[in-house]
């Protein structure tokens, strides 16, 4: 029983956790962006190793969470006060395991999110290199233009002084 306690105080620290970002995420945030978010590559990549890590921390509560079960389904041969202990704590293991699996699918939504927003990205830098191109490109007809224009000016001295 100690073992199952100590199981589920953190467990459920987490979850209350979660269920709070949860709750509050959508009220602050919105559910849809009305701007487009910009990351740079450094963002990305941090972004992406806590979304790994989040995920890896599911996983790993999942698995603690069957085999908490697994004690659960053991220790249900028990005594009667015991019996609705267990069931009582089986009936949280399965609501965490239930809002773990939503952390889950929303963390798999973000990162789908960060994914385009880094496709995005690329489109964009992709667009500032051909913009630098052209700007150079510029720059190159103005230098002509100006060395031509000195060019014709000298001829035109030159021509205005021989008459």
Known sequence: MKNLKLYLLPIGAI????????????????????EAVTLTPQEYVTLKTNFETLESTINKQLTTINELE??????????????????????????????LTEARNLLQKQEQMLNEQKLSLAKAEIYLNEQKKEIHKAKMEQRKSKLLNILLGGTVIYLASKK
């Open 70 to 99: 697994m004690q659960l389904r053991v220790a249900k041969l028990s005594t009667n006060e015991q019996k609705n202990e267990l069931i009582e704590a089986l009936n949280l293991i399965s609501e965490q395991r239930m809002q």
């Open 15 to 34: 979850v209350l956790l979660f269920w709070c970002l949860l709750s509050v995420a959508p009220s602050v945030y919105g559910s849809t962006p009305t």
